[in-house]
């Protein structure tokens, strides 16, 4: 079936560098992303997110980039800090009636090291 | 300030027990979720509502069942729980007719 799903399980990287998280997805007809994060013991946290008919979407530190052609989006920090440490998700939307039902990746753990 | 909160944050309990788990949200949300979050699945959707006195199952619903008797509320029902059902548990709610979904602290649940 279809799904979306993530590159890398885990990924380290240096205090100050920045990180980049991959996400596929084979829906083809979902039109909307969000990259969610979730620190342990709490629940996803939303961070950024994205609508098919954009390619890039920039927050504070953080960009989202969309890649429509080979289905793949990715979230970028910049300067990763120690904070953030935590499991990043992407996530697909269909839209459904009045609600949109989110289908997530299986999460992709950032490390970072001081 | 609105928040979504969960209930109890731990719970062990026996197998064939009865267990409901509480969310209450003070956005006023219509649109509310249950997720049981589980290694190797991510996230999964269990059963979700659009509004009071509207359910639906989701992905994962066999064993579980939810009632919305208000805007607020969505709780979650085991009926006779299981050992496959240990699991933590989201909560999440929207607004109608957008995307973004809020998110609970989540609730741990052991079944022994």
């Known amino acids: 079936g279809e799904s979306v799903g993530l590159h890398l399980p885990t990924l380290s990287v240096q205090e100050g560098d920045n990180s980049i998280i991959n996400c596929a997805y084979s829906n083809s007809a979902s039109d909307y992303f969000i990259w969610y994060k979730q620190e342990s013991g709490k629940g996803p946290q939303f961070i950024i997110d994205i609508r098919s008919n954009m390619d890039k979407r920039q927050g504070q530190r953080v960009t989202v980039l969309l890649n429509k052609t080979v289905k793949h989006l990715s979230l970028q920090i910049a300067a990763t800090q120690p904070g953030d440490s935590a499991v990043y998700f992407c996530a697909e939307i269909r839209a459904q009636n009045a609600g949109n039902m989110l289908t997530f990746g299986g999460g992709t753990r950032l490390m970072v090291k001081p | 300030d609105a928040e979504i909160t969960q209930s109890p944050r731990h719970k062990i309990t026996e197998t064939g027990r009865q267990v409901t788990l509480a969310c209450h949200q003070t956005w006023n949300h219509n649109n509310m979720f249950w997720y049981r979050q589980d290694l190797g699945h991510g996230l999964r959707l269990i059963h979700y509502?659009?509004?009071?006195?509207?359910?639906n199952k989701g992905e994962v619903s066999d064993g579980y069942s939810v009632s919305r008797s208000n805007t607020e509320d969505l709780p979650l029902t085991l009926e006779s729980a299981a050992s496959s059902q240990t699991s933590v548990y989201f909560c999440a709610s929207s607004e109608l007719y957008t995307d973004t979904q809020y998110f609970g602290p989540g609730t741990r649940l052991t079944v022994l």
């Open positions: 509502s659009y509004g009071v006195q509207d359910t």
